[in-house]
């Protein structure tokens, strides 16, 4: 057993940082105050991004990502720059216990979809520029999916679509594909595709809505896996393409719970992606049973590491869920990661930077110990 050469890594990461103190500051500044220009804020931006780059090097991550440090919403800040697409601001809601959720931001489909500009490329160019030698620059991007599960076949103009298969779905797979293609053209070989909606049709809650907007929640998974393949089949050659499963997370709270079963087969056997992170880190995720799906050639990446608190795992713990995992799938075929962002969108999660540190640590020596 060796540690790999290629991504996904033996010990990888979702993506997102807590963003330093001053890059919240210039955000109100620019955003609210009005008193910074886009260029400043963009300054304040890539001397983050530098720092956030330094961090993952020193720490002994392979892949490199921006800490999605330009962004608000690790989904909408995307798909709003999408020909054809509308977004509407999530709301934060007050729960009975005091806690905050995320309620899902309205994501509307109202023209043809269509790649209008490269929205990632300034962006990568700048992360590459900071990426030393050796090291992967990485890319993260929401999943597709979103813009149809967040409001089924209503949250999509009849006028540009009477019919959703197969125009809609080609439609967003070469808008994807164009992305991926002008990333490729950059230099980027890393691109990681961020989904809750896969892992929400493992929650009966999120089941049950899907029904209610005329879904089959155990049809839709593959239909996802279908739509999925379609943007695989655009993606240059040469280029890794993972998604990270995510349960929701915003504040250190999750939106859904359930075993994987449900979307198993779909996700691990008919998805023709390179690599899935896998949310496992406590046991709203379930056991490792579905695992058993993955086909060869293909990564699991297992969140055994919570990005929601900061209390740090046991190494011996983790090597004994490895061990577990590897029940079902082969240990070649697997990999160690935090279960998620550690600040999905601009609020961060309640963990201080120094247990971030300590965390993604962990999962570098572990790894190690494990693979090599």
Sequence with gaps: MTMRTTPPYRADHVGSFLRPGYLLEAREQHFVKKSLSAEGLRAVEDRAIGEIVRFQQD??????????FRRTYFHIDFLEQLGGVKTDIPVTVKKPDGSEELAPPVIRVVDKVRHAKDIQLADFNYLKSQVAPGMTPKVTIPSPTMLHFRGGRAGISREAYPELDPVFYDDVADAYGAELKSLYEAGCRYVQMDDTNMAYLCDERMREAARQRGDDPDEL?????????KVVARK?????????LCRGNFKSTHAAAGNYEPV??????????DAFFMEYDDDRSGDFRP????KPGKIVVLGLVTTKFGKLESKDDLKRRIDEAAKY?????????????????????NIAVEDQRRKLALVVETAREVWS
Excluded: K
């Excluded at 240059?236 to 998604?243: E, K, R, V």
């Design 221 to 229: 998974p593959h239909r996802y896996a279908a739509f999925i393949n």
């Design 236 to 244: 240059p050659a040469g280029m890794t393409l993972a998604m990270h």
């Design 329 to 349: 799938a082969p240990l070649e075929q697997l990999a160690l990661s935090p279960q998620c962002g550690f600040s999905s969108t601009v609020h961060g999660n």
């Design 291 to 294: 695992l058993r799906h993955l």
């Design 59 to 68: 720490v002994g991550l392979q892949s490199i990502t921006d800490g999605e």
């Design 264 to 273: 198993a087969q779909a996700l691990l056997s008919e998805m023709q992606l």
